[in-house]
């Protein structure tokens, strides 16, 4: 990390420019000297955890003297950092590997998968894309260098997928953080949840803590380089066992001195405790947001996926957080035609959001994943019936989101500024503490303070977003 810390060079560039003429900036820009012989760049998609990953190798090849190209035409190596939690994310990275495939037949480029697709398919990956170089897997991180290495040195169809025991325990003064308004922490890794549909257990292992001074010790670093929120990532951050539990974790974390907000992702609801949410409704430092994924509304469905509890037991479990559950923003998963979902189990979804009535949620059509036991379950709905009943559940979502984001119309919230933008000069982007959108309309040319937290006043608000001015 920098001296001055990536945020802090974010806006010294931020305060050099004006809006009009600054695009969003994804990364930190790294001087280069003419001695340099190689650039890389990374793609990533995917989930938090891959984001961090990414910062992660980053950190990695520019201890080893490589530079940072803005995009992968400029780039000498280029590591896809991979997703495979769905099939569409899976099509994403072979398209991106085919087009690859063509700027290497035209030039010499390093070409590198990482991520959950490489830990999955492994060695497959050569077979359907020959011109990859090296694969690295999630458990594997620290031996991106010598991968590196070994395929410049011409060696062919590089592989690592190993389980290092203490690849969890990576140094966090290596990340290369990206320059956002939020830093992201890994405070444990894997999953020893079985559900039926999901890839994670394979792709990222058992769970794993890191002790919880070292994640304190991590937070305190990244506060005295000027970040002032932080969101602790894990597949279920609810079983944190480094010590303490995540409850403990969470006002541990909290006693960081200049540290205003704390986040986190994700939850299991078998995991949420009676102690954690009492934590979340009383530490003014938590921030007022909970993802607390549900899947789906039917206890039939619940058992075929073994989820391990009831929706009764889920609405206990929300109704954990007592008269605080008013001040919080609510969100979830849903997943929409899971083997054998009969209309009457779907109907039971849409009974449960509107009875719980979410601020947002992220919901999809099944995706049959390679090596999960719900392979082994008849996929009898026909597309069109799951593309209707998402289709369905979203049009309802949307009403509800706008009902919820209405509430704020004619307030004064605070936010925190992350970006110029998203549409046109005089506007910055901002989220509240409860995880809404905020469009600052500012006026052209003003710029504002980075990372920042600032009190707006709500003029208007859609299913997406707040519109707001400076107050």
Known sequence: MSERGPLQERKARLGA???????????????????????????????????????????????????????????????????????????????????????????????????????????????????????????????????????????????????????????????????????????????????????????????????????????????????????????????????????????????????????????????FTKELAKVIVTNPKVAPFLHLPVQSGSNTVLRRMLREYTVEEYLERLGYLGEGRAGLGLSTDFIVGFPGESNEDFEATMRLLETVQYDSSFSFIYSPRPGTAALRLKDDIPPAVKTERLQRLQKRQTELAKVSNLRFVGSTVKARVESPGPTEAGYWMARTGDWKVVHLHVGSGRVLPFGELVDVSVTMAGPHFLGAEIA
């Not at 930190?28 to 990953?53: A, L, V, Y």
């Not at 090296?134 to 620290?142: D, E, N, R, S, Y």
Request: include cysteine.
């Open 17 to 271: 420019r004006s809006a009009c003429d600054r695009g969003v900036v994804g990364f930190i820009d790294i001087p280069r000297s003419e001695g340099d012989t190689m650039k890389f760049h990374i793609q990533t998609w995917g989930c938090q955890m891959n984001d961090h990953d990414g910062e992660r190798l980053s950190g990695l090849l520019i201890k080893e003297g490589f530079t940072q190209a803005t995009t992968a035409e400029d780039a000498d190596l280029v590591l896809l950092n991979t997703c495979s939690i769905r099939e569409k994310a899976v099509h994403k990275v072979y398209s991106e590997l085919g087009r690859l495939r063509e700027d290497k037949n035209k030039r010499d480029i390093l070409i590198g998968v990482t991520g959950c697709l490489a830990q999955q398919e492994q060695a497959a990956l050569f077979k359907r894309a020959p011109h990859i170089d090296f694969v690295l897997g999630t458990m594997a991180i620290k031996q991106l260098p010598r991968l590196v290495e070994e395929a410049k040195a011409g060696k062919k169809r590089v592989i690592d997928t190993g389980e290092y025991p203490d690849n969890h325990l990576f140094p966090p003064e290596v990340a290369r953080r990206r320059s956002t308004a939020k830093a992201l922490v890994t405070i444990i890794e894997g999953c020893n949840h079985a559900c039926t549909y999901c890839i994670v257990p394979t792709t990222r292992g058992v769970e794993r803590n890191r002790p919880w001074q070292d994640i304190v010790s991590e937070v305190r670093g990244l506060v005295e380089s000027g970040y002032r929120e932080v969101e602790l990532l894990g597949q279920n951050v609810n079983s944190f066992n480094g010590g303490c539990s995540f409850a403990e974790l969470l006002e541990r974390v909290s006693e960081v001195e200049g540290l205003e907000w704390l986040r986190f992702t994700t939850s299991h609801p078998m995991n």
